[in-house]
């Protein structure tokens, strides 16, 4: 099989016309350029790239039908562990788990395994109706053989009558929610927000996740025969103990991380000083880029400075220059090497214009004394010896204060858990920073019954590692429904025809 070195460049919109858009930036491969970086694959025995998938999706399996042309076949292998492969596709960052294991990372590029799983998404979404096997597939999403070691449950419709409730519908809520279903249990979504998604859908700009796609992966969800209910926000209108006693069997908290961490600087209270998550809710849920068709206002930044060097602050600059600000600037404490982005998101704000002060860091917010923001005074900063984290720590550099102008800063250095569950909960263990604490093998929290994963239980982290969390729980909640009503279990997996 021919294989070529470099992977298979992705397509994007040119900088100078995407900046004016909230369209998707990455353009998708086309069925050629698949075909090709499929081909790329050493098919080594080891696969290595599988253990390096938090939800341990057969990658060669599914590469090698991507190669042959077969891409209804490889969406069906995909959504056998995955229930939202086109959002993986996307904002996963492959080049950290699945592809940074790739053996041909070691002498060139790694199959591009994020890209590939984002066409045959994609492919199956416009084709699903199409074909006599499409539609098969769609019917029937697990009807692929399993791989050995793959967590699936055999379904039966006895499982029906045990309902299960998932608090929250961000990306561990609709991973667990998918697999139950899939199991044969009853299962009920509770968002608190008026629409779907959770993070995936605030906290994510279009640009980088098309809302179509993230309303198709739940809709796949909902087809599963997964109840979702909006505008329920437990621990106020209902409480988990109500919960396990009001007819559900267990309860899975994915509830995120949607607490913002401030500075706690002087100043932070002007107008014109928010946080990541406020700047992202208001134009990606509330769509206050698209005011006044949506009724959510917004200031248009002149000069805005986005706090941090993350995700969240690569989004938050790159958001701030589509609605139209005329200066936009990351300032971060460390170096560039330090910065948690993703390589991919740095680049493309470095190629829309977004302006990169490292080494520094705010001391205190400056007023006009009309309460309203004109300036951010900084500190610059030097890099001493690793601290926890394993970067090496910021240390200030006395005498190097300076003022910035700008009318709008963005305070983007990740969240916490929202503390409603906990505090309406008595007897759930957290730690100090507010995460539930859980059995790791099973998910299981120090309540019987309820069980949590995703942000809520480690903080701020991505996509996939929420998503795998809701498998592990997933399996916990059928293996703890099955010891508590007698069904077979054996070493920790149910036996086929058990239902």
Known sequence: MSRIKEREPMPQQPPAERIKNFFEVALGYTEE????????????????????????????????????????????VLKRDNSLPAICGRVCPQEEQCEKTCLLSKTGQPIAIGRLERYVADYEALHADATPLGRDLKSRPNSSPRPNGSHERPKGPSLA???VAVVGSGPAG??????????????TIFEALHDTGGVLRYGIPEFRLPRD???????????????????????KTVTIPELLSGGFEAVFVGTGAGAPM?????????NGVLSGNEWLTRINLMRANRFPEYGTPLKVPKKAAVIGGGNTAMDCARTALRVGAEEVTIVYRRSRVEMPARLEEIENAEAEGVIFKLLMNPTRFLGDGNGRLVGMECIRMELGEPDDSGRRRPVPIPGSEFVMDVDTAIIAIGQTPNPLIRTTTDGLQVTKWGGIIIDEQTGMTSIPGLFAGGDAVTGAATVITAMGAGRTAAMGIDRYIRQKHGLPVEDGEPEAGDN
């Open 33 to 76: 350029q698949a075909i090709a970086e499929a081909k790329r694959c050493l098919h080594c025995k080891e696969k290595p790239c599988i253990a390096g998938c938090p939800v341990i999706i057969d990658i060669p399996e599914f590469v090698g039908l991507v190669a042959e042309g077969k891409f209804l076949e490889a969406a069906a």
């Open 161 to 163: 009558r045990f309902g």
């Open 174 to 187: 609709l991973t667990v929610a998918g697999d139950l279903a899939k199991m044969g249990y009853s299962v």
């Open 213 to 235: 796609i993230l309303d198709r992966e739940i809709d796949y969800v909902k087809s599963l025969g997964v109840k979702v209910v909006k505008n329920v926000i437990i621990g």
């Open 262 to 270: 401030m500075m706690n600087l002087p100043g932070e209270n002007l």
